[in-house]
């Protein structure tokens, strides 16, 4: 009887032992979901937190203010270049003058029609009648002006457009731009063609047509 007894009393000591044993635990486990979120070891943990993926912040910034310009705190426009800027040029304004300044020598008739200035540049516009039977030439290489200064001038091979030639019993037209600027107190300029060919050419080949108005 005494042994059961005995038996009895271990028997009941396991058992609070186990229970306390047993309330350890919990109270581990409870502790271990509270710091970790976590519940059990290795394989057999339960995770008690929500997975959440992680917050991205995307910050916009001000057009202008990145980078370099942000970086000095000015616009592009506030940038200072080291490239200059073509110069402005302005063309001078074209004086003109319409008349009949005419000359004639045997059968050539040369005319005078309209005298433009640009800046000083003389361009003539000239019409030569031939009312002879034969070619004549009148070339731009004998061409010579003089302003009433007296100053000289040549007619410009590049921007003139005379035609030379004319045939018998026919005119031409063209312009005539003197190589050089004029005078600017010249008020007045004669032109003389030299050197014009043709078996009926005036005598001695040339034609000049003096008093011809510079416009100012």
Do not use: C
């Not at 979901?33 to 917050?55: F, Y």
């Not at 705190?73 to 009949?100: C, F, H, M, R």
């Not at 050197?195 to 100012?216: E, H």
């Amino acid at each position: 009887m005494e042994d059961e007894i005995n038996h009895l009393r271990k028997t009941n000591t396991i058992l609070k032992i186990s229970l306390v044993m047993l309330g350890v635990l919990v109270l581990l486990g409870v502790i271990q979901a509270v710091t970790a979120g976590t519940v059990g070891v290795g394989a057999l943990s339960v995770n008690l937190r929500d997975s959440t993926s992680p917050t991205t912040t995307t910050t916009t910034q001000p057009v202008g203010q990145g980078g370099l310009n942000g970086a000095l705190d000015s616009t592009p426009s506030e940038i200072s270049s080291d490239t200059p800027e073509p110069p402005t040029t302005t063309s001078a304004e074209t004086k003109v003058a319409e008349g009949s300044f005419k000359q004639s020598r045997g059968l050539l008739t040369v005319e005078v029609t309209k005298v433009e200035n640009q800046g000083g540049r003389i361009k003539l516009h000239i019409t030569a009648v031939n009312a002879s039977t034969a070619k004549m030439d009148l070339p731009l290489g004998p061409f010579k002006a003089v302003d009433d200064q007296k100053r000289e001038y040549g007619a410009s091979l590049a921007t003139s457009k005379w035609p030379v030639a004319i045939a018998k019993g026919a005119s031409i037209t063209g312009t005539i731009e003197l190589d050089q600027t004029v005078s600017k107190v010249a008020q007045t300029i004669d032109i003389a063609f030299n050197g014009i060919t043709g078996s009926l050419a005036p005598t001695g080949g040339a034609v000049a047509v003096p008093g011809i108005a510079i416009p100012r």
